[in-house]
């Protein structure tokens, strides 16, 4: 067989790249099909060449176990997550060890219960306010309508600014060129590229995060913000200016566009499948009018359900990056030290040895009795696993149980289009034409009323 790459990968097969792009641009257009047909070809460890750089995929749910676990220490996350590099810098899971350990206790302050009650409150007052925007009876894109949404929901849970705020669109636009660079072909910023973009939106927001700091760390606010700036450990430490305002940017990122893809392929699930969002409604029409508390949110195991098999069949982070900082033997195979590597929980979830009839959407797999996650310790894994785990699981479940009980109290979404729904896996897995979604009135409240230009 050929062999291509450097020396150091030699002994690694792989599929023949082209000349000058590598493997990007098939990666780009079909993610899935290339990775599935590449281990078909070479097997559960086989190396590939994205935007310039060497990397070696590691299939299946022992290869998460051990890269995500790193009993030895011998994965690198700040020297893996190369998308983030100049633009992410000093967040959370761009820091490796010992320093991550610490850092990460304080930011456990902020995800406390007393905290989550905060935001709750913040999500149950806005949320119907900002659903009631969205038109009745007529297409529109699910997906920008859901990220704008988040994000106008986000200056208030987040920041502790009104999502009306004239500050908020110039921050949103800041935080989107921000994100736009992280899969940028061009990795410096020269003018005009999204990478220029990237780093023009990470210095204004940086410059107006240190504006709040000062306010913030005194006042009494309960948003996101102000529990970072007074967050302390259990031996009272706390973050200077700096690790404030790059743990809160990398915050904001790691929230915002998972909770919006997660959200689109729930929606996405629910109009294609009619049933469970039928059963969603009867689920959400047994709670108590209101906002919606912890018991509430305790008594929607359907919805629980409906999400993480939303979150099996189009996880928002396909493919967990990392680096060696030894040499590394995995399967007899070494991975050099230095190489780039990647694990990959979206291909093991819809693997058929650990999922009954894996493409199919069928949340009663995670039933108790049937509990099909279980087969294995990482056959379900979309917020990752071992020291760096999404800090962000309970929120992002609470936000998605709040969302469509708001949402479904009061409508009912319906597909405007015969055309099954495709994916663009890379950066973020979002549905090409974005969603095209019809929603249909349902009951009215003051909340909610209905659009004077309703076409239902
Ligand atoms: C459906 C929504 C979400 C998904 C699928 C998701 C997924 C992930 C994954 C896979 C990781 C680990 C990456 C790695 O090991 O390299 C991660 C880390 C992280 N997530 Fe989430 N996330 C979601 C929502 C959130 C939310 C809402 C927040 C905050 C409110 C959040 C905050 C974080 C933080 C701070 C980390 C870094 C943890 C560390 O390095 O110790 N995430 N997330």
New binding site residues.
């Given amino acids: 067989m050929a062999h291509y790459g450097p020396a150091e990968l030699a002994h690694i097969p792989g599929p023949r790249p082209d000349p000058l792009l590598g493997h990007t641009l098939k990666i780009m257009r079909d993610c899935y099909g290339f990775t599935l047909a590449a281990r078909e070809a070479h097997g559960d460890i086989y190396k590939t060449k994205l935007i310039g750089q060497w990397r070696v995929l590691l299939h299946g749910a022992d290869a998460l176990e051990f890269v995500?676990i790193d009993r030895d220490r011998n994965f690198s996350?700040q020297e893996?997550?190369l998308p983030l590099r100049n633009l992410f810098d000093g967040?959370?899971?761009m820091?490796d060890f010992d320093e991550?350990r610490r850092h990460?206790r304080i930011?456990q302050a902020a995800?406390r219960s007393k905290a989550m009650e905060e935001y709750v409150a913040r999500m149950n007052a806005e949320l119907p306010r900002l659903l009631a925007e969205w038109p009745v009876g007529k297409r529109f894109a699910f997906y920008p309508a859901v990220k704008e949404l988040t994000l106008r929901l986000g200056a208030s849970v987040f920041m502790g600014m009104d999502p009306d705020d004239p500050r908020v669109p110039a921050l949103n636009k800041a935080f989107v060129d921000e994100i736009a660079a992280t899969y940028g072909l061009v990795r410096k910023p020269v003018p005009l590229t999204k990478m220029w973009h990237g780093i023009r939106g990470r210095r204004y927001l940086i410059q107006t995060f240190k504006e709040l700091i000062a306010e913030r760390r005194d006042g009494g606010g309960e948003d996101?913000f102000s529990q970072m700036c007074r967050a302390t450990d259990d031996d009272g430490d706390r973050w200077t200016e700096e690790e404030i305002v790059d743990h809160f940017n990398?915050?904001l990122m790691?929230?915002h566009d998972?909770?919006a893809?997660?959200l689109a392929t729930m929606a996405w699930a629910l109009t294609t499948w009619p049933d469970w969002q039928e059963r969603i409604i009867a689920e959400v029409d047994a709670l108590p009018e209101g906002p919606l508390d912890d018991a509430a949110l305790n008594a929607m195991p359907v919805t629980e359900r409906a999400f993480k098999e939303a979150?099996r069949l189009v996880?928002?982070?396909p493919f967990?990056?990392?680096r060696t900082v030894r040499d590394v033997e995995w399967q007899g195979v070494t991975l050099p030290k230095g190489t780039h590597v990647s694990v990959c929980?979206g291909i093991v979830q819809l693997q058929p040895d650990l999922w009954t009839d894996p493409d199919s959407f069928d949340p009663d797999r995670f039933s108790p009795n049937r509990a099909e996650d279980r087969r294995h310790k990482f056959a379900w894994?979309?917020?990752?696993?071992?020291?760096?785990?999404?800090?962000?699981?309970h929120?992002?479940m609470v936000?998605?149980k709040l969302f469509t009980a708001h949402l479904l109290r009061h409508r009912r979404m319906q597909s405007a289009t015969d055309a099954p729904a495709t994916w663009q896996m890379v950066p973020i897995p979002w549905p090409k034409g974005g969603l095209p979604i019809v929603l249909e009135p349902r009951r009215e409240t003051a909340a909610a009323p209905a659009k004077e230009d309703a076409v239902a």
């Fill in positions: 995500l996350n893996g997550w967040g959370l899971l820091r991550h990460r930011m995800f996101f990398f915050l790691a929230a998972t909770t893809s997660g979150l996880p928002p982070v967990i990056p990392r929980p894994s979309p917020f990752g696993g071992g020291a760096h785990k999404c800090l962000g699981m929120f992002a936000q998605v």
